[in-house]
């Protein structure tokens, strides 16, 4: 069955850099698009970055552009989130996310239109 797990979170200073894995299994990643999202305490998950299976086009929230770098590695069915210069506001629950059909969907920063979760990992950005 589709599974991911994602890997990578824990505590960092303001000002660092943290990357993030989320590993696919059950399905080949060449096919599919991979989104990541994050949840603050007491608020939504929303879209942080995208990346599509077709045209390796890449997607980002504009609170993390220039930061964040969303990359995959087809062979070992892993896509990362690579999180430098760090602040506060970026502490959350980090997810990785799968559309049910192929690659990214339009609405990429929508959870709705994802249908396979990752666990989430733990990222803490504090002094």
Do not use: H
Not at 88 to 97: A, I, K, L, R, S
Request: net charge positive; aromatic share 14%.
């Amino acid at each position: 069955q589709v599974q991911l797990v994602e890997s990578g979170g824990g505590l960092v200073q303001p000002g660092g850099s943290l990357r993030l894995s989320c590993a696919a299994s059950g399905f080949t990643l060449n096919y599919y698009g991979i989104g990541w999202f994050r949840q603050a305490p007491g608020k939504g998950r929303e879209g942080v970055s995208a990346i599509s299976s077709s045209t390796g086009r890449t997607y980002y929230a504009d609170s993390v552009k220039g930061r964040f770098t969303i990359s995959r590695d087809n062979a070992k069915n892993t896509v990362y989130l690579q999180m430098n210069s760090l602040n506060p506001e970026d502490t959350g629950v980090y997810y990785c996310g799968r559309g049910r059909y192929g690659d990214v969907p339009v609405r990429w920063w929508s959870r709705d239109e994802y249908a396979y979760w990752g666990q989430g990992t733990q990222v803490i950005v504090s002094s």
